[in-house]
C-alpha cells in the first residue's frame, strides 16, 4: 500500500518549490491534498495539473480567519485532517541596520507565527480524532547564525523550538510534530546570481533540490518515522557538519 493513501494533508505554501514537489509525491503515495497559497490563479491551475482529490484555498498564512477558513474548508471537504505540513516562508539576504521594523515583522509573521497559528488549528483537530502529523518547514539557518539573516534566522529557530515545545506537548496524544531542516535549496528563493556561490560552500558540492526535500518530507510525513517527534531532519548537503 502507498505510504499516505487516503491520509488528509494540508500543505501552506504548496504551489511552489519544496510544497508543490511535496504535493507531487504526496499525491503519488494516495495522498489528499490541500494545497493553501496567495495566488488564486497559479493555486487552481496546480491543483488541476496534481489532479485526484488535490484542492486549492487562497489563503494568508497570517490571517486567522483565513487559517479557519482552510480547516473548515478541510474538513467539509475531506471530513478529516491527518496531515499538516506548514511550508510557507518567506526570506531575504540584508544587512540588519538596513531592515525595517516592517519588514522584520513580515518575516517573524510568515516564517513563524503562521506555523504556530496552523498548528493549534490542526491540534485542535488532532485531540479530538485522537491522531494527527505536523510537520514545520525550518531551515539549517534555524541551528546556525548568518549574517544579514538575523529575522531569517530567529524566525526558523523559533520554530525548531516551537516544533520541540509541541512534539512533548502532545506525544502521549499520539500527535507527533517534527521540523525539516533544508539547506540551500534550488527554488526562486535563491537568487540566480548567488547560486554557484551556494553551491561552492555546500560540502556536496551543489544545491539540493525540491524533490529531495519533498522525500524527506515524505518520511516525516509517513509511518516510517513513526517514533520521531519534537526533533528535526537537517538535509543540508552537509553544511551545517561544518
Given at each position: 500500500m502507498s505510504k499516505l493513501q487516503d491520509k488528509v494533508v494540508i500543505i501552506t505554501g504548496g504551489i511552489s518549490g519544496i510544497g508543490k514537489a511535496s504535493a507531487e509525491l504526496f499525491k503519488q503515495?494516495?495522498?489528499?491534498?490541500?494545497?493553501?497559497?496567495?495566488?488564486?490563479?497559479?493555486?487552481?491551475?496546480?491543483?488541476?495539473?496534481?489532479?485526484?482529490?488535490?484542492?486549492?484555498?487562497?489563503?494568508?498564512?497570517?490571517?486567522?480567519?483565513?487559517?479557519?477558513k482552510v480547516f473548515d474548508t478541510t474538513t467539509e471537504k475531506f471530513g478529516r485532517l491527518d496531515i499538516l505540513f506548514n511550508n510557507a516562508g518567506v526570506g531575504a539576504t540584508?544587512?540588519?541596520?538596513?531592515?525595517?521594523?516592517?519588514?522584520?515583522?513580515?518575516?517573524?509573521?510568515?516564517?513563524?507565527?503562521?506555523?504556530?497559528?496552523?498548528?493549534?488549528?490542526?491540534i485542535d483537530l488532532f485531540r479530538e480524532q485522537g491522531n494527527g502529523n505536523i510537520i514545520n518547514t525550518a531551515s539549517m539557518y534555524g541551528l546556525?547564525?548568518?549574517?544579514?539573516?538575523?529575522?531569517?534566522?530567529?524566525?526558523?529557530?523559533?520554530?525548531i523550538n516551537l516544533t520541540r515545545s509541541l512534539g512533548i506537548e502532545y506525544a502521549a496524544e499520539n500527535i507527533r510534530v517534527n521540523a525539516l531542516c533544508p539547506g540551500f535549496i534550488d527554488t526562486p528563493i535563491i537568487p540566480a546570481e548567488m547560486k554557484q556561490s551556494l553551491s561552492d560552500i555546500t560540502p556536496i558540492g551543489r544545491l539540493g533540490t525540491s524533490e529531495e526535500m519533498a522525500k524527506a518530507a515524505l518520511f516525516l510525513a509517513s509511518d516510517d518515522s513513526s517514533f520521531m517527534t519534537a526533533n528535526t531532519l537537517t538535509v543540508d548537503g552537509g553544511f551545517t557538519a561544518q
Open positions: 503515495e494516495g495522498a489528499k491534498l490541500v494545497l493553501v497559497d496567495l495566488d488564486e490563479t497559479k493555486g487552481q491551475a496546480v491543483a488541476k495539473e496534481i489532479g485526484g482529490d488535490t484542492i486549492f484555498v487562497q489563503a494568508d498564512v497570517t490571517s486567522e480567519a483565513d487559517a479557519k540584508k544587512p540588519t541596520h538596513e531592515v525595517s521594523y516592517e519588514e522584520y515583522r513580515k518575516t517573524v509573521n510568515v516564517d513563524l507565527d503562521a506555523v504556530f497559528l496552523f498548528s493549534k488549528f490542526a546556525i547564525g548568518a549574517a544579514g539573516s538575523a529575522a531569517y534566522n530567529a524566525a526558523k529557530g523559533g520554530v
